[in-house]
């Protein structure tokens, strides 16, 4: 069973940066996708940004600019590198990680994730 750890998560004062790594302590499908995402308290889980196996990327609008996702998914290890941080950055962001089998079959497992505060 794939079993998916967060960590660099932490206090961070507005506009400094963290670098946050996902690893993968299983096997996952070699057609999968990594992703972020983040809850901040009292808001819906959002997706922040992806890592596909072919290489493509995207990005919530509130982060463009600002970070980037970095990875092998061959690894099944995922990063991201977070600038620039807002306090509205301020949330648990969950390592998050898909696999789709040769019948189709979607496997989705989700880290316990990494607490991400800024603040003065």
């Known amino acids: 069973q794939v079993q998916l750890v967060e960590s660099g998560g932490g206090l961070v004062q507005p506009g400094g940066s963290l670098r946050l790594s996902c690893a993968a302590s299983?096997?996952?499908?070699?057609?999968?996708?990594m992703c972020w995402y983040r809850q901040a308290p009292g808001k819906q889980r959002e997706l922040v940004t992806a890592?596909?196996?072919?290489?493509?990327?995207n990005y919530a609008d509130s982060v463009k600019g600002r970070f980037t996702i970095s990875g092998d998914t061959a690894k099944n290890t995922v990063d991201l590198q977070m600038n620039s941080l807002k306090p509205e950055d301020t949330a648990v962001y969950y390592c998050?990680?898909?696999?789709?089998?040769?019948?189709?079959?979607?496997?989705?497992?989700w880290g316990k994730g990494t607490l991400v505060t800024v603040s003065s």
């Open positions: 299983g096997s996952i499908s070699s057609d999968n996708a």
């Open positions: 890592f596909t196996r072919i290489g493509s990327t």
């Open positions: 998050n990680a898909v696999g789709w089998l040769a019948d189709n079959t979607k496997m989705e497992y």
